[in-house]
Structure formats: C-alpha cells, structure tokens
C-alpha cells in the first residue's frame, strides 16, 4: 500500500577537513578535551513548503579523532558483533601504495588504517598471512591468521579483498588485542597427548595395506584457545579413536587439565546425539577430450534405483581384475599412483561387508570384479553418485575434487553401526565417505546423489572456511552441505527424499529447504522439523548446539534468495561466500555479509537485494551490504530538550535503509574515553508505527517522520521518534 508522508529531514553536514581525500591517516589517541567549532555544525529541520526551522534537539561537543581518522582515510565499520568489534570494514584507502606495491605491503596497510576500529594494537605483530588467492573475476583474498607472539589464535582469522591491488574490503573473526605475559608451555607435547589417549581410551589401529583409510596419527599444535571469555594456551590435538570416532582435544599447555572436547565427525542426520563437530580443516571440463589411458575402463551397471548406469572402473592385468576406481578424470596422477591400494587423483569405492569401524574386526576392501560385470548395486550406486558430485563441482564451480587440488574421493560402503545392526545413516570423517545400509528409517544411504552431495560438501567446506560444527557456525556447515546436496540432486529442494522411508518421515524428506518444518509437528526434530526463523531457533546442548536443527534456517534463506534469482546465479554466489568469504567462526550474520559480497562480486545490486531481502525475512538481519548505509558519525550527544536530559559519550549511530511500519533495531555503539567500547541495540518506540528510516544519498542522513514534525529524544538508553504536532 502506498502512502504519502511529509518528511522531516534532519541534516547533519559535519566539518569537511574531516573528509578530505588527501588526509593521511594517523592513529591518534582519544581527546576528551577535543572540541568542535559552532559554525562546523549546521542542523536543519525541514518543514512543509519553503519554512525552514532550526533547533537545537541535539549538541555536539566531543569528537574521537582516532575515529575520525579512520573516517579520513576512507574506511568504514559494519555491524558490530558479539566481540563489540566490526564483523566487516569496508572502504578504499585514500593513500593506498605508500609503503609500496606488493601485496604484502598493501594489505597490511590496510590493516593498519582498519586497527582503531578492530581494537588491535601491533597488526604487523598480531596477523600472519596465511594463504594468497586471486579468483576468475581477478579480485585478491588475502587470509590472515591472528596471533598472540607468534602463538595462532584458535578460530581467529580475518580476509582481506580488492581487485587490482586495491583492497576494499574486510571480514572475519578476531579478538581484539590479546594480552599474554608468556606463550611458553610447561606441558610437554608428548603429556598432552598422552592425556588425550588416556581420555579417549583404546584405540583402534588398522594394519591394511589398503590406504583409503588415510593417516590417523594425532595431529598437535600450540594453540590460544578463546574459552569462556578467556583466553588460554592450550594444545589442540586431533585424534582418531577409530575411523569414525575422530576428536578434537583442548589441553591446558602448562596445567594438563582437559579444558574442552568434542567429536569431529559430519554425519548426514543426528539421533539426539551429543553432537559432532566437523574438523580443521563439463560445459567447463577439458577443452580436449580425455584420453583413456591403459587400465581405465567404462561398464554399464544397475543401481540402487534399478537404472543401468555408466561408470568408470580400472583394470590391473596382473591381477587379471577390474577394480571400482575411476581414474578417467583430469585429476588422475598415474606417476605416483601405487594401483590399486594407493592412488592418486581417483574417485575409489571400498567395500567394508558389513563391519563396523569402532570394532577390532573392522574390514574392507576393494570392490572387484574379474569381467567388469557389476552386481553390486550399492557400489554402483556409491561409485556413480560420487562421479556425478565431483562433476558437479568441477563444471559449475571449476574446483578440482573436495580439497581443490586433485586428492581422491573416496567412498565406503556396507558400513554397519557399533552393535554390528545395520546402520541408518552416512557421515564424512575428514577423508572419507562411510555409507550405512539403512534400518528402521532409512534405506542404503548410497542410493542418494544428495547424500553423497551433502557429505562431500562437509570435504569442500572443510578445504575452504573449514566452519566449526558448533552452534551457527556449526549449523551453517551442516546448511551448505545441504544447499550444495540439493544443487547436485536439483531436481527438488528435498535432502535424503530418495533414502528415508515414509514411516518415519511422513513428508517423505529428511529435510526441505522450501519448509524446514517438513510436515511435523513444532519441534519434532525426529519427524524433520527445523526452524524457519530466527525466532524459532533452537537454543540447547543437543546435536552440538543444534547443527542439524539450526540449519533449517539459513537453508531457508538459501530457498528465498535462489527462487528470487535461480539456482544457477544462487549456487555461485553461495560457492563463492563459501570459499572466498567465509571464515572458521562465521556466525550467521556473517553469512549474510558473504553473501551479499559475493552476489554484489559477481553479479550487482539486484542479486545483492535479493539476498539481503531472503536474510531478511528469516530473521538474520544486520546493517550490512548494499541494501544499507549507515550514519558513522563519532560525536558526544546531549539532549537539551527533553525533561528526561541524559548524556551518553561518544557514539556511533547505525540506521538500517529499510521501509517498515514496525519498530525497526537501531544500532548505538558507545564508547566512553576511559572505558571499553559497549553495545546497546535500542528500538524505535511503539510511537512510530508509521515511521520510515531513510538513509539518503550523501555523507549523513537521519530519520523521517509521518506528519509535520518530529525530534529525537534520547533518554538514558531508550532512542525514539517522537511526534509533534505543528502549529
């Protein structure tokens, strides 16, 4: 419905030195005494016709300079999150390349400039590059780690964009500053693992000559494990208690005490479990056709479906057998490959007839066959699936197998559960797929081209944001696994459609992207139900903080942004937030900032609103992206209208550009010259119903208000727009 308003504009032009293109930035210290001259400060209130009225509803009377420097040279915050710091900075340097051209130099001059913001003070002492990319559309992402003296901080790591050496862009997890008298441990590595065997009890070593099994040695580093507000140093160790029992150890470098744990595996769907964590860590094929080199071989196949199937196998003639491994692909490395129990570059069925990884007796081997004749439907299905996943991947997004340079995909099939029953579900290890054969609920999980979708995407996001399987981050693993399952098998946006059976689910689908509710009853988790919004968000231990529950929502998002724009656009710009956006600790906010940056990347502001809009409406909302502007203005305010007179030190004011006719969040970031920075998230009194906030193009903007006039009234904590009547 269209209404018409009088506006009440309230312009506020802030002294122009302050903005000034050639303003060299220079960290400068907070000056409570700091003033701002009268005649800096021109405040208008526009009425109806010509009249024009100046009032004094606020003052001005201290400016941060350090912020304001920020401001001159050319950067800006986004929203700000738990942390109180900036989740983005954005912003082209106004004096970029005066250290020097190398990328090196740019980016930590960047840095730099963005530090005040971010609360770090010695950038070059407390970030490390760790990785260098430059994608198709030729923009640069610089990766780096944070660090304590040289120690790395667990989770913590910041992504730095641009595009021809002129970096704009900035996001991440960090702390700010972190403050440690020493990073030397007492504890020996050897103790801590020696704590961490003797937590996970025994363990199960395979003697196989057959390598699918990957290294199972625990894996030590030095950590500073952010824990409960606090910061410790810590050894995180990696460790197998067996193929599909892998853990994540946190202990005290110099007590020994166990401070956190929790198992690394990805699975397709959970049980009310205590909950996994996953770990660390062609259209666009050959422009020539590939030429099958000796051993490589094609056979047509039935699988799980009944559907005769063309799948790649390889013969070794000394064994006089054809073996399920796929070595026809650009990525097949026979130099070094040691056939058939240790290739290189192949997508490889084993079978493990029907054992279970968490026992001694656990075996496997590979699926053969002595006139390439294939009766093993379930391999066929597993084999087949994960050629048409690795297709996927490499045509739609150009990426070479799960960890992006060529390593093996390799499938399990026949696995069974810890009891030795058929086990009902499919899990990612970090290196391999195990397959179960269904029970109660499931059919085999290997007849799913979402299933092996799903979980070689829990592989490519290991490879690339490598998100934590806790809480948001957790649930936005378990989510691109989905979104990418769902892209691979497109045909719907149903997860496991082709695998549950309908006793258990009655919608037919262990979940849906279109309904995360899936046709139960609210908080049926058994049935399917996830949550649509954030409102609905389930807040709890269970299932790792709900990574499979949690889920539900961002793959709602997903659903809205891709029916607004296709699949084909949607499944790029997901992709590329993924790899080139997304860090460890990514929170969902943040997957809002990626996403919109990639649609904006790659495609422009249409695709950018439409993803903005889909955050929107399932609650993820923040004042970041294209759709928004923000008025960054650091100023003391005193109201000198109101009865109810407060003042409050220096803030910085962050007003969404949306249309709403409900109380909308606005965000006041307050720093007080002797205290740290604090957040109050504040909404705009029931008063203003029918109000509008409008940024308008230009340096500042303020509200708007229906009918004649308004002020703003700020009252210890409480923002609002009240109304009053003209004369």
């Known amino acids: 419905m269209n209404l018409k308003f009088n506006f009440l504009a309230v312009s506020i032009f802030i002294l122009t030195s302050f903005v000034t293109s050639n303003a060299q930035f220079k960290k400068v210290i907070f000056d409570p005494k700091a003033k701002v001259n009268k005649e800096d400060i021109n405040i208008t209130l526009k009425k109806d016709g010509n009249e024009t009225e100046s009032r004094k509803s606020v003052s001005f009377s201290t400016i941060d300079v350090s912020a304001v420097s920020a401001l001159k040279s050319g950067l800006k915050p986004g929203v700000i999150n ?13 004096n970029a390349g005066s250290r020097g051209g190398t990328t090196e130099n740019l980016v930590f001059e960047y840095l730099d400039a963005a530090a005040s913001m971010m609360k770090i003070e010695a950038p070059s002492e407390e970030f490390v590059i760790s990785r260098t990319e430059t994608d198709a559309l030729h923009m640069t992402h610089v990766r780096l780690q944070q660090h304590v003296k040289g120690v790395p901080v667990y989770g913590a790591e910041v992504i730095i964009h641009g595009e021809s050496n002129r970096f704009n862009f900035l996001n991440g997890t960090y702390f700010p500053t972190i403050k440690m008298e020493s990073v030397l441990p007492s504890l020996k590595t050897e103790e801590a693992v020696h704590v961490t065997v003797t937590d996970l009890g025994e363990m199960i070593n395979y003697d196989h000559e057959i390598k699918a099994a990957g290294d199972m040695t625990p894996v030590t580093n030095l950590v500073i494990y952010p824990y409960e507000g606090t910061h410790i140093l810590a050894y995180h160790i990696t460790a197998y208690k067996n193929l599909i029992e892998r853990w994540e150890y946190f202990i005290n470098a110099n007590t020994g005490v166990l401070i956190h744990k929790y198992q690394s595996i990805c699975k397709f769907h959970h049980h009310h479990t205590n909950g996994e964590k996953c770990p660390d860590g062609a259209t666009v094929t050959n422009a020539e056709e590939l030429k099958l080199l000796d051993g490589k071989s094609t056979a047509n196949a039935v699988d799980l479906f009944n559907i005769n199937r063309l799948i790649n196998t390889y013969e070794i003639s000394n064994q006089n057998k054809y073996f399920l491994i796929d070595g026809s692909r650009d990525m097949f490395s ?49 084999h087949y699936n994960g050629g048409k996943a690795y297709e996927y991947y490499r045509n739609t997004h150009n990426r070479k197998s799960i960890n992006g340079s060529g390593g093996n995909i390799v499938s ?31 059919q085999p999980l290997a007849k799913g081209l979402d299933v092996a979708g799903h979980e070689m995407t829990h592989g490519v996001v290991q490879s690339t944001a490598n998100l934590e399987y806790e809480g948001e981050s957790g649930a936005l693993n378990e989510s691109f696994a989905d979104v990418f399952g769902a892209m691979i098998d497109r045909d719907d946006w149903k997860i496991g459609e082709d ?16 309904d995360p509710h899936n046709g139960a009853a609210f908080k049926d988790f058994n049935k399917g139900w996830q949550p649509r919004l954030v409102s609905e968000k389930y807040i709890g231990t269970e299932d790792n903080g709900g990574v499979h529950i949690n889920s539900g929502i961002p793959n709602f998002a997903f659903f809205k942004f891709a029916t607004a724009i296709g699949k084909d656009k949607a ?20 997957c809002r900032i990626a996403v919109i940056k990639a649609a904006t990347d790659l495609y422009g502001a249409t695709e950018a609103n439409a993803a903005a809009k889909a955050f929107d409406e399932v609650g993820i909302v923040g004042s ?36 709403t006719w409900e109380p909308y969040p606005i965000q006041v970031f307050c720093q ?3 205290s740290q920075m604090m957040v109050r998230r504040l909404s705009l009194s029931a008063l203003t ?27 210890g904590e409480t923002l609002s727009f009240q109304r009053t009547d003209s004369k």
Request: aromatic share 10%.
């Open 412 to 442: 399990l099939i026949n696995v069974a559960d810890d009891d030795g029953s058929s086990m009902g579900n499919a899990f990612w290890n970090g290196q391999a797929m195990f397959y179960g054969n269904g029970d109660n609920a499931f």
């Open 82 to 94: 738990e942390r109180k710091v900036p989740a983005y900075i954005e912003g082209t340097l106004t």
């Open 689 to 715: 119903k029918r109000c509008i906030i409008s940024l308008l193009t230009g340096l500042n903007l303020l509200s708007l208000h229906r009918n004649r006039l308004s002020k703003i009234i700020l009252c």
């Open 571 to 590: 499944e790029k710009v997901y992709y590329r937030a993924l790899t080139n956006y997304l860090t460890k600790s990514s929170q969902f906010v943040d």
């Open 624 to 659: 970041q992206g294209v759709t928004t502007r923000q008025i960054w203005i650091p100023i003391r305010v005193r109201n000198l209208s109101s009865p109810l007179a407060a003042t409050i030190p220096v803030c910085f004011y962050t007003i969404p550009m949306e249309t």
């Open 499 to 514: 695998v549950v059976k309908t006793s258990a689910f009655p919608s037919g689908a262990l979940r849906s992207l279109e």
């Open 334 to 382: 026979s130099a070094p490959s040691k056939l058939p129990d240790d290739p290189e570059g192949v997508i490889w069925t084993i079978d493990a007839f029907n054992t279970s990884p968490s026992k001694s007796n656990f075996n496997y081997d590979h699926v053969t066959s002595v006139n390439n004749i294939w009766n093993n439907k379930t391999a066929v299905s597993a």
């Open 672 to 674: 007080n010259p002797v």
